[in-house]
């Protein structure tokens, strides 16, 4: 591995320096970085409804990304499905993009982060194989193909998406992403798992500037205006379950989870669902929804009738494959 990307786990101290380095860098050219924005958009119900389907999207990435590196280290069965599950995170990525710059322009992105995907592959079967030739050389590409997606993003929206900070962040998910593989091809289990919480919270700081640049290029397409029509809305007590556990609604429905019991709770997605985004209240309440507190969530406008969206308590339940409902307290919301 070259001296220039690859940096040993235990210096976890780098690792970390290097984040804080690109987080700072965003505080100092996009908006929301800034606690209190002069913008009232950044804090419109759709705003925030993009902020959390675009952490969900690349959660997702780095999750199934975890999933195919342990799949290839430990050479498990579930390699092919895996994959393609990782491929489909890349196609709701590009499709996330398009309401704000077109099809092309969607479909262009997928095409970049599939080569990212396949390029990464590539070194993880290379790198377990021991072929130092094969790795070095995937490797580079991988890295080139980072700067390629930086400058698509860049070009896409230059002002709120500077070259040099987006070069950056891509850098960053790289070197990220390859000490954790590192550390899962070579057993260390504790760097291991160190690397994935890097990781992890540098993606979230990539989706939160990504949903941020989105806002602030467009904010027309985010303002919440009198005229919109007032949405329907249900309610779902949580004490000892969801109540009720299973609810039919149409698109555009705001549903208000009220926590009429004791213990915290969360209102989490499962990660296996069919369509991305999904209610998600760790944002809002990062230690739980204590009792007396209530989260809201309105299901997307343009939801196709019969999506899903099966989600559960982290607390007391578990997510289900994203067909089912998983065990404990979980709980599914299906459009009409």
């Known amino acids: ?58 959660e997702e990435h780095l999750l199934w990304t975890r999933i195919v590196i342990i799949s290839v280290a430990g050479g498990l069965p579930d390699l092919s499905a895996a994959s393609d599950r990782l491929m489909q995170n890349q196609v709701d990525i590009g499709n996330a993009i398009k309401p704000y710059y077109g099809n092309a322009a969607g479909e262009k992105l997928t095409s970049l982060l599939k080569e990212h995907i396949s390029v990464a592959g590539e070194i993880l079967v290379a790198a377990k194989a021991g072929d130092a030739t094969k790795t070095e050389d995937a490797k580079r590409r991988w890295y080139v193909n980072g700067d390629d997606i930086a400058m698509f993003l860049s070009g896409a929206n230059p002002t709120n998406w500077p070259l040099s900070t987006m070069k950056s962040m891509m850098n960053t998910h790289l070197d990220t992403t390859l000490d954790e593989a590192t550390a899962r091809l070579h057993g260390d289990w504790k760097a291991d798992i160190a690397a994935f919480d890097t990781a992890r919270m540098h993606v979230l700081m990539m989706a939160d500037g990504l949903s941020a640049g989105i806002i602030a290029q467009f904010p027309d397409k985010f303002a919440d205006t009198p005229d919109d029509p007032p949405a329907a809305s249900v309610e779902v007590k949580m004490a000892g379950g969801f109540q009720p556990q299973k609810l039919t609604v149409s698109a555009g429905t705001m549903v208000k989870w009220v926590n009429t019991g004791g213990a915290p709770h969360t209102v989490t997605a499962d990660m296996g669902n069919a369509v991305s985004g999904g209610p998600d209240s760790s944002t809002k309440f990062p230690n739980g929804i204590t009792a007396g507190e209530s989260y809201t969530w309105t299901v997307p406008a343009n939801a196709k009738s019969g999506a899903k969206w099966y989600y559960h308590c982290t607390y007391h339940g578990s997510e289900g494959n994203g067909s089912s409902l998983g065990t404990g307290m979980s709980g599914v919301i299906i459009v009409k």
């Not at 101290?13 to 009232?40: E, G, H, K, M, R």
């Open 1 to 58: 591995m070259s001296t220039k990307h690859t940096r040993n786990t235990a210096m976890g101290t780098i690792v970390a320096v290097s984040v804080l380095i690109i987080i700072l860098s965003f505080a100092a050219q996009i908006a929301w970085a800034d606690p209190t924005p002069a913008n009232p958009v950044d804090h419109s119900d759709k705003a925030i409804a993009l902020q959390r389907d675009m952490r969900q999207l690349w």
